[in-house]
Antibody, heavy 119, light 107 residues
Framework: EVQLVESGGGLVQPGGSLRLSCAAS????????MSWVRQAPGKGLEWVAN????????YYVDSVKGRFTISRDNAKNSLYLQMNSLRVEDTAVYYC????????????WGQGTLVTVSS | DIQMTQSPSSVSASVGDRVTITCRAS??????LAWYQQKPGKAPKLLIY???NLQSGVPSRFSGSGSGTDFTLTISSLQPEDFASYYC?????????FGPGTKVDIK
C-alpha cells in the first residue's frame, strides 16, 4: 500500500524555523516527483513546492521563495520541507503528495501536519 | 499565473440528485485539469485527471469533461458519502493552482 506520513509540525513564533518530514512507503520514492501542498484553516488548497526524482529540479510558489526549501533523501525514503522566516500567514496543514509528471497532479496525499505560526 | 475559479461555491442537494460543478481557467490549459474530493479533517483524494480520466477505484457516477478554459465535474446520482468539498487544479504550468472549492452539502 502506498503511504505518506508527515511529521514535524507544531507551534512556532513568527520569524522562526521548522522542518517537516514525509516518510514514504509502498513505492519507489526515487522514481517520482514529490510535492508539498498546504491548506490554511478553513481555506482552500495551495501548492507550495515540487522536487524532481534526484532533487536537481525544484519549483516554489512565489510566497515561499527564498524562505522554504524542499529536499529529499531517496535512500531514507523521505521528503522534507525546511521552512525559515515563518509568517503568521504560513499557518496551515501541510500535506506531502506524490506528483505525477505525466498528468501534473497529486496522488496520493499524506494525512497532513499542522503548522501554527503565532506569538 | 493561471487563476482558477469554480461555481457554485456551495450547493445543497439531496441523495440521488445530479450535481454539476464548473471550473474555469484564466487561460487555456488544454485538458490539463484534475479534480479532488476532500472530506472534513481528511486529505484530498484524486477523482479525475486530464479532465476526464477516472482515477482507479473512483465510482463511475463521477465524470469530468471540458478542455481549454471550461471544465465540469458531474456526480450523476449523489450518494451520502459524496457530501464533501471539491477542488479543481490546473496541471498545465507552474505555479500549480487550485480553484477555491465547491462545498456539496445536504439539502
Amino acid at each position: 500500500e502506498v503511504q505518506l506520513v508527515e511529521s514535524g509540525g507544531g507551534l512556532v513564533q513568527p520569524g522562526g524555523s521548522l522542518r517537516l518530514s514525509c516518510a514514504a512507503s509502498g513505492f519507489t520514492l526515487s522514481s517520482y516527483w514529490m510535492s508539498w501542498v498546504r491548506q490554511a484553516p478553513g481555506k482552500g488548497l495551495e501548492w507550495v513546492a515540487n522536487i524532481n526524482q534526484d532533487g536537481s529540479d525544484k519549483y516554489y510558489v512565489d510566497s515561499v521563495k527564498g524562505r522554504f526549501t524542499i529536499s529529499r533523501d531517496n535512500a531514507k525514503n523521505s521528503l522534507y520541507l525546511q521552512m525559515n522566516s515563518l509568517r503568521v500567514e504560513d499557518t496551515a496543514v501541510y500535506y506531502c503528495a506524490r506528483y505525477s509528471s505525466s498528468w501534473g497532479g497529486f496522488d496520493p496525499w499524506g494525512q497532513g501536519t499542522l503548522v501554527t505560526v503565532s506569538s | 499565473d493561471i487563476q482558477m475559479t469554480q461555481s457554485p461555491s456551495s450547493v445543497s442537494a439531496s441523495v440521488g440528485d445530479r450535481v454539476t460543478i464548473t471550473c474555469r481557467a484564466s487561460q487555456g490549459i488544454s485538458s490539463w485539469l484534475a479534480w479532488y474530493q476532500q472530506k472534513p479533517g481528511k486529505a484530498p483524494k484524486l477523482l479525475i485527471y486530464v479532465a476526464s480520466n477516472l482515477q482507479s477505484g473512483v465510482p463511475s457516477r463521477f465524470s469530468g469533461s471540458g478542455s481549454g478554459t471550461d471544465f465540469t465535474l458531474t456526480i450523476s446520482s449523489l450518494q451520502p458519502e459524496d457530501f464533501a468539498s471539491y477542488y479543481c487544479q490546473q496541471a498545465n504550468s507552474f505555479p500549480l493552482t487550485f480553484g477555491p472549492g465547491t462545498k456539496v452539502d445536504i439539502k
